[in-house]
T-cell receptor, first 115, second 113 residues
Framework: AQKVTQTQTSISVVEKTTVTMDCVYETRDSSYFLFWYKQTASGEIVFLIRQDSYKKENATVGHYSLNFQKPKSSIGLIITATQIEDSAVYFCAMREGGNNNRIFFGDGTQLVVKP | GPKVLQIPSHQIIDMGQMVTLNCDPVSNHLYFYWYKQILGQQMEFLVNFYNGKVMEKSKLFKDQFSVERPDGSYFTLKIQPTALEDSAVYFC???????????FGAGTRLSVL
């Protein structure tokens, strides 16, 4: 079973609007860590934001914020005031606690921001 | 943010030959990883490495694959011999702790002919 699921394959928005990308995860660990990365057209993978499972407050960094709904095992990424350069593939990822420190990635969501 | 460097950016090699992919992780990081990505699809975990040892490896980490980081130099992924299905982009990542964020290099595109 896939540990991290992103159901949206592609999203297109007009610049300066707000977009939300969905992600659900599966784990039995009580402690885990959630991440969002973006992959640019050049292939570079850039870390954006993280949420630790024990933190109740949603993480915010710049114009990225998270909608962490622990009972639903959901960690949505919200981008406000989108810009053309936000166009990329966005990957949700999870790292479980304990000795297993690999991170699992979702399939990614392609975001296209149009003028 | 912290930078992970990967050398080379693109490697073309004939099937059956050996290839070594090099990664220069962030200087104070202790955990190292290799991921494989085919055609911009999902990032697939290969292996992680800590304190000179493989901690965990996936089914994709075939017997022909090996990793090492001799004396704090490059963290390397060696494939010997290469196969056509090894063609992919290989991403190196590092983190400072086992609960910390992974930072990725720009990837090495491996083309096996």
């Amino acid at each position: 079973a896939q540990k991290v699921t992103q159901t949206q394959t592609s999203i297109s928005v007009v610049e300066k609007t707000t977009v939300t990308m969905d992600c659900v995860y599966e784990t039995r660990d009580s402690s885990y860590f959630l991440f969002w990365y973006k992959q640019t057209a050049s292939g570079e993978i850039v870390f954006l934001i993280r949420q630790d499972s024990y933190k109740k407050e949603n993480a915010t960094v710049g114009h990225y914020s998270l909608n962490f709904q622990k009972p639903k095992s959901s960690i949505g990424l919200i981008i406000t005031a989108t810009q053309i350069e936000d166009s990329a593939v966005y990957f949700c990822a999870m790292r479980e606690g304990g000795n297993n420190n690999r991170i699992f990635f979702g399939d990614g969501t392609q975001l296209v921001v149009k003028p | 943010g912290p930078k992970v460097l990967q050398i080379p950016s693109h490697q073309i090699i004939d099937m059956g030959q050996m290839v070594t992919l090099n990664c220069d992780p962030v200087s104070n990081h202790l955990y190292f990883y290799w991921y494989k990505q085919i055609l911009g699809q999902q990032m697939e975990f290969l292996v992680n490495f800590y304190n000179g040892k493989v901690m965990e490896k996936s089914k994709l980490f075939k017997d022909q694959f090996s990793v090492e980081r001799p004396d704090g130099s490059y963290f390397t992924l060696k494939i010997q011999p290469t196969a056509l299905e090894d063609s992919a982009v290989y991403f190196c990542a590092s983190s400072s702790g086992d609960q910390n964020t992974l930072y990725f290099g720009a990837g090495t595109r491996l083309s096996v002919l």
